[in-house]
């Protein structure tokens, strides 16, 4: 069996993943608002809000296909700046907003946990996430984290060894349990999305390797499976026919993926799809804590439905400032400076 993947082409611009970006962080903001549905009597949207947390996994297929992309021709350094100034600079300025919209709201933080989770580490301290949809951002940590040593380590583009050492122990660890500790590395139950995704960039540079299309159909398989079980977490009342709706979902999710690396969906670039992928990440952070809080106090004096549609443009308008105000200028900035500090400094590169 071939050891490596033909060399990936230059990264492109896949423009689609734009709009899929919005559109599931939008499923997860209905899935968390859907409690507000149910009071207002709205039934029909509550039933098709509830199947919103799968916004969460397609996250992270489109995660495990971006940051393939991301990784090629990068050293571990200039992959870890990158990947930190676009995760932290947009993310401190959506706890910031949590934190001031929830005093306003009478809740209060302890200054300790609110300074480990501004680190996004603070799960291995055992300090609770100051918003609970914080924990997808760890998993994708852990992923980031595992893709920097594979690049640090030279072996990055060893894509069918590391893929089938990680898919072995992901289906181990499903059924065994085995390795406890695989979870400090990497999530094991959602593994298989990122492996999904990962396969499906790796399909679009060379489409007749068919070993990461049995890669990808293995990834997909499980997906179904783990998302079928853990239905009843995000949906405690799902039914059979829930369930079967959940898989259709999730099967439908590789299809649009398989048809993205066979390169059936190639579409124009827009501007506008362009801010609707860079303010879904904004939208996913600050929509949960800080949107329930403003729904709440809005409920008081308008009808909930009102109260909803409202905080969701709230969201989206803070979300564009934040993209423009603090992603445009700070994330730059930030990366200009680590690409200084640990790569480029005169102090670093002094001849021996």
């Not at 301290?125 to 992923?143: A, R």
């Not at 990461?212 to 239905?231: K, P, R, T, Y």
Request: proline fraction near 3%; include cysteine.
């Amino acid at each position: 069996m071939a050891t490596t993947a033909p060399k990936l082409a230059t990264q492109g611009r896949f423009h689609l993943l734009d709009p899929m970006r919005f559109l599931a962080a939008l499923a997860v903001v209905f899935y968390h608002y859907s409690v507000y549905f149910s009071s207002a009597g709205l039934g029909g949207a509550v039933k098709a809000s509830y199947f919103g947390y799968l916004g969460v996994p397609l996250f992270f297929i489109i995660s495990g296909f971006v940051i393939t992309a991301s990784a090629h021709n990068r050293t571990g350094l200039e992959f870890a700046i990158s990947r930190a100034a676009r995760l932290y600079p947009a993310f401190w300025a959506g706890l910031i907003f949590t934190v001031v919209v929830s005093l306003f709201a009478g809740n209060y933080y302890n200054l300790t946990d609110l300074l480990f989770n501004a680190s996004l580490l603070n799960d291995y301290f055992g300090i609770d996430n100051v918003d609970g949809v914080y924990w997808t951002l760890q998993v994708e940590i852990k992923f980031y984290a595992c893709v920097f040593f594979l690049i640090v380590f030279g072996v990055f583009d060893r894509f069918k060894i590391w893929l089938s050492i990680w898919l072995a122990l992901a289906i181990t660890h499903y059924f065994t349990g085995q390795p406890h500790f695989l979870g400090w590395f990497i999530s094991p139950q959602y593994s298989f999305f990122f492996i999904g995704g990962v396969c499906s960039y790796l399909l679009f540079q060379n489409k007749k390797d068919s070993y990461f299309g049995f890669i990808f159909l293995i990834a997909a398989i499980f997906s179904v499976i783990v998302a079928d079980i853990q239905a009843i977490h995000f949906y405690p009342s799902a039914t059979e026919a829930d369930k079967n709706i959940v898989s259709i979902i999730i099967i439908c999710f590789y299809l649009l993926f398989l048809a993205l690396s066979l390169g059936k969906l190639q579409i124009k670039s827009h501007s506008g799809f362009s801010l609707l992928g860079a303010i879904s990440y904004p939208v996913y952070l600050i929509h949960n804590n800080a949107g329930k809080d403003i729904i709440s106090g809005l409920s008081e004096k308008i009808p909930i439905p009102m109260a909803v549609a409202i905080t969701t443009v709230i969201v989206v308008f803070v979300s564009i400032s934040i993209h423009i105000m603090v992603e445009k200028k700070l994330a730059l900035k930030l990366k200009q400076v680590g690409t200084y500090l640990l790569i480029k400094n005169p102090l670093l590169n002094r001849p021996k």
